[in-house]
């Protein structure tokens, strides 16, 4: 079983849809939780961090359920320009530094 | 600004002949990290710095090697490039004992001839 599992997609949307990615992941010592963006051909940024309580950034949201072990992404009224590869990272606290990244989630968004 | 610098954006290497990749960062952060990404694969861990502590990770071939002469600086050096090591090399910092957010250079594209 892969540490980090996401849907490769794609998710096909109109404009103005919402959409919403899982990413399940197997270590329940996993301590933080991410969402990069990564566009096509370029490097992962930083979308959000994944808090416990959830957390909400313009049209993202973000929210993470320790108990079924993923987290999601919710993408609210979508742009075209949302269009990208969603990654979501997880990692450990303590000693190991090592974030995971699950393989990512091709979204495509057409007029 | 501050920012992770690579160099080059584009390699092109022929089989077995060495080559080396760099990295260099202006935020002063102490854990660096070297990547490597695949066609519509997630980016895989090679070795990541933690100060001047190398972590190698298990299943990093041999083939594959990193130095870091200083905080600022972080090389990669494939000995023997082969086809199967073509792919985008990802350089990323970040900082502090807990793993916060990464910043990540602009890659470099490694084509094997």
């Known amino acids: 079983r892969k540490e980090v599992e996401q849907d490769p997609g794609p998710f096909n949307v109109p404009e103005g849809a919402t959409v919403a990615f899982n990413c399940t992941y197997s270590?329940?010592?996993?301590?933080?939780f991410f969402w990069y963006r990564q566009d096509c051909r370029k490097e992962p940024k930083l979308l959000m961090s994944?808090?416990?309580s959830g957390n909400e950034d313009g049209r993202f949201t973000a929210q993470l359920n320790r108990a079924s072990q993923y987290i999601s992404l919710l993408i609210r009224d979508s742009k075209l320009s949302d269009s990208a590869t969603y990654l979501c990272v997880v990692t450990q606290s303590g000693g190991s530094y090592i974030p995971t990244f699950g393989r990512g989630t091709s979204l495509i968004v057409h007029p | 600004d501050a920012m992770v610098i690579q160099n080059p954006r584009y390699q092109v290497t022929q089989f077995g002949k060495p080559v080396t990749l760099s990295c260099s960062q202006t935020?002063?952060?102490?854990?660096m990290y070297w990547y490597q990404q695949k066609s519509s694969q997630a980016p895989k861990l090679l070795f990541h710095?933690?100060?001047?502590?190398?972590?190698n990770e298990a299943d990093t071939p041999d083939n594959f090697q990193s130095r870091r002469p200083n905080t600022s600086f972080c090389f990669l050096d494939i000995r023997s490039p082969g086809l199967g090591d073509a792919a985008m090399y990802l350089c990323?910092?970040?900082?502090?004992?807990?793993?916060?957010?990464?910043?990540f250079g602009p890659g470099t594209r490694l084509t094997v001839l």
């Open positions: 270590n329940s010592a996993s301590q933080s």
């Open positions: 935020l002063n952060h102490n854990v």
């Open positions: 990323a910092t970040s900082m502090g004992q807990f793993y916060n957010e990464q910043f």
């Open positions: 710095y933690y100060d001047k502590d190398f972590n």
């Open positions: 994944v808090y416990s």
